[in-house]
Nanobody, 116 residues
């Protein structure tokens, strides 16, 4: 089993910044693809950003140029630097880990609220 523990959420004013962290532990056999998703009230969960084992990144159009995903050391730690935050970024943010084609795990989520 794999556990993902997120941290770094909170309340921030529009235009502010937050950094989310996700640390994975457990039975991880290869360096996985990791990412962040978010779910706002009344909406479906959506992709925010992902990073592959080789370091390739992918972002939702709504966050390009404002958010940056990166890996830590060891490579089962992932960060999401969020700058120029907007009220529409308010959501529960979930860490995701994909190992191969059949293993996928989710964190418990961390709340990000952007409000004045």
């Amino acid at each position: 089993q794999v556990q993902l523990v997120e941290s770094g959420g909170g309340l921030v004013q529009p235009g502010g910044s937050l950094r989310l962290s996700c640390a994975a532990s457990g039975s991880i056999l290869v360096i996985p693809t990791m990412g962040w998703y978010r779910q706002a009230p009344g909406k479906q969960r959506e992709l925010v950003a992902t990073i592959t084992p080789g370091g390739a990144t992918n972002y939702a159009d709504s966050v390009k140029g404002r958010f940056t995903i990166s890996r830590g050391n060891p490579k089962i730690t992932v960060y999401l630097q969020m700058n120029s935050l907007k009220p529409e970024d308010t959501a529960v943010y979930y860490c995701n880990l994909k190992e191969g084609a059949s293993r996928e795990f989710w964190g418990q989520g961390t709340q990000v609220t952007v409000s004045s």
